[in-house]
DNA sequence: AAGTCGGGGTC
DNA sequence: GACCCAGACTT
């Protein structure tokens, strides 16, 4: 098809020189791969550089503790893809003797490998012939072929999973799949694409119907629900603090915190006084409570506003447990937490 | 099919 | 504010 062998000559001309480019290792393609989920080069890069570098094989990633592995992923956000990448490290390295499944259907059997993912490294590191759609495939194929389905349906999924796959260049599945999606990050952007310049503009639906900016279609999804988290942060005479791991379902999990107090409500001074005095943790020890940050904290996640206040609570021992304030900063910590230890400036 | 999971960036 | 990003998983 035309389409396909314009996209893949556009790809030869223009593409960034990126890391994981210069590899067909499918220990390095999987990396790079779960650490661009949802995420932009620009904000990946960093993390891949150090990652290879700090785990140059399956086995040291295998071999690590998760909260290394969570220390080195810290503020890239969708914390169960970290999770995911240890046990998946682990079962390659401990079931697979080291050896990467190399079809797109055994590497789905993989911890957070989807469809995608799957595509990518089948196509990228094996030649197979499976066409990847992320949410540059979804545009560029939308605006080119004018398609309004939305693209976070079902149907969308199918449909455009099953457009690609048609597209797809048989001989160079690595390159048509890395073409499409280079395209669509660098020319066919969501606001203000290179029209004017794209070797398509002739024959693409959209542009020539003048709706390049209703495409592609989605469907709206919830608004952000508004939480208040209160932060203790005990600081001892003795220079000790206490940090809790978050073990529920939800955000943040396997990550460490300050103990949290959450209310429903902006909360008042009194009121976290009173909760403090109910804590095990100081027996009868006075202490002196003091709010760190005057101005409220608006934390924002895709579908949580947490509203955050750090409230210190000097004293003069503290039992049993804590850790030195020293020893935060090895513990992978929301980057919430992260931006308040560094403001704050321990020891 | 709808929710949930982060943080950074653009407009 | 709304929207997006080399999506996957749970309910």
């Known amino acids: 098809m035309i389409f396909s062998k314009n996209l893949i000559n556009w790809y030869s001309n223009n593409k960034r020189n990126l890391p994981w480019r210069t590899t067909t290792n499918p220990y390095y393609i999987w990396l790079s791969e779960i650490i661009l989920q949802q995420t932009q080069v620009k904000q990946g890069l960093p993390y891949y550089e150090s990652f290879i570098a700090n785990y140059p094989t399956v086995f040291d990633l295998a071999n690590a503790n998760e909260n290394d592995v969570l220390k080195l992923w810290q503020g890239l956000g ?7 990448l240890h046990a998946s490290a682990k079962y390659v390295a401990t079931d697979l003797n080291g050896v990467f499944p190399n079809t797109y259907k055994d590497l789905l059997r993989l911890k957070g490998v989807g469809d995608y993912t799957a595509s990518a490294i089948a196509s990228i590191c094996f030649n197979e012939n499976t066409a990847v ?6 545009r560029v194929l939308s605006r080119y072929f004018g398609i309004d389905t939305p693209i976070n349906s079902t149907k969308g999924q199918k449909e455009f999973k099953a457009l690609a796959q048609e597209l ?11 073409a ?6 660098v020319q066919c952007r969501p606001k203000n694409p290179q029209c004017n310049i794209c070797p398509f503009k002739d024959s693409c639906i959209a542009f020539n119907k003048n709706r390049i900016n209703q495409l592609p279609v989605k469907i709206k999804n919830s608004k952000a629900k508004k939480r208040f988290f209160n932060f203790l942060v005990f600081v001892s005479e003795d220079g000790r603090t206490v940090i809790e791991k978050r073990k529920d379902k939800g955000i ?10 959450e209310t429903t409500d902006e909360a008042k001074t009194k009121y976290i006084k009173e909760r403090i005095n109910s804590l095990e943790l100081l027996k009868d020890e006075t202490f ?4 760190y940050n ?6 924002k996640l895709s579908h949580q506003h947490l509203h955050t206040r750090f409230w210190i609570v000097q004293t003069k021992t503290l039992a049993l447990k804590g850790i030195s304030l020293g020893e935060i900063k090895n513990f ?12 704050f400036n321990f020891e």
Do not use: C
């Open 78 to 84: 969708y914390y169960s893809r970290a999770r995911n």
């Open 133 to 138: 759609v992320d949410g540059n495939v979804y």
């Open 168 to 178: 797809i260049d048989k001989k160079e599945p690595a390159a048509f799949n890395q």
């Open 180 to 185: 499409i999606m280079e395209f669509g990050a």
């Open 252 to 261: 943040w999990q396997n990550l460490y915190q300050f103990p949290l107090i």
């Open 288 to 291: 002196e409570l003091w709010l």
């Open 294 to 299: 005057k101005d409220t904290i608006v934390h």
């Open 332 to 343: 992978p910590v929301p980057i919430l937490i992260g931006n308040f230890i560094e403001s």
